[in-house]
């Protein structure tokens, strides 16, 4: 059984491509700029630049050092398919990666909700002692003598 690094012309696998800075799988790709010289049908490594911060990431590594041999139609669209499959799974990687800081997010979000609830409902609780302190010196003005004015009440004993 011979790897991709034995043949010349195969893609390696998914999970043994590089990473670009962004910490992504790189996309394969074949320059067809004819500048350098010697490097038009070379292939290589790219950043899939899915980031969204927009940010350009410059990763690049050269896969081939002189173009590939020519190669059949049926190849041709072997290696399509197959760079398709691995720019599927690169996006449903990422996905996958979105969903789970997505349910990170909703989860801090429902832990604020809930800290935000105790919260409201301890300041109803506040304001309700503090509204029931000040009405208890009005009803038991007497207690001490006064009356309601302020006033001492005279002792009829």
Known sequence: MSTWSDDPNA??????????????????QVWTDPLP??????????????DDDFKACTFMQWIDTRPLGRV????????????????????????????????????????QEEQFQAREAQ????????????????QSSTSDGRNKKGKFLRSTQ
Not at 11 to 25: L, S
Not at 37 to 50: A, L, Y
Not at 84 to 111: F, M, N, S, T, V
């Open 11 to 28: 893609i390696p696998p998914w999970n043994e491509r590089p990473k670009c800075h962004c910490g992504f799988r790189t996309w394969l």
């Open 37 to 50: 010289q010697g490097k038009k049908g070379c292939r290589f490594f790219k950043c899939p630049d899915i």
């Open 72 to 111: 059949s139609l049926k190849e041709e669209q072997e290696r399509r398919v197959r760079q398709q499959q691995i720019r599927l799974k690169g996006k449903e990687d990422e996905l996958k990666r979105r969903r789970a800081e997505l349910g990170q997010r909703e989860a801090a979000l429902k832990i």
């Open 123 to 138: 300041f109803k609780r506040e304001a309700e002692e503090q509204k029931n302190r000040y009405k208890e010196p009005a």
